[in-house]
């Protein structure tokens, strides 16, 4: 069974963007802030977008990997 990093890696290398409520409907994954430092910490040039969110006030984040990406 795949781990919550190489999911969201995986996710994020198909030029896909990700969120903490997709993560968790599509992997399970309730700490993807803590999964996106470690895949930082390996050397990943991950970046944090803040979006509104759409049924209350405040804002979330929406991560996305730049300049890596598998065809």
Do not use: W
Not at 23 to 32: E, M, P, S
Not at 36 to 53: F, S, W
């Amino acid at each position: 069974m795949p781990n919550h990093q190489s999911q969201v890696l995986g996710h994020l290398k198909q030029g896909r963007t990700l969120s903490q409520a997709e993560a968790i409907k599509h992997f399970d994954c309730y700490r993807l802030s803590a999964v996106i430092e470690r895949l930082r910490k390996q050397g990943y040039n991950i970046v944090t977008y803040k979006e509104a969110n759409t049924k209350n006030k405040g804002t979330h984040a929406r991560y996305e990997l730049v300049g890596e990406f598998e065809a």
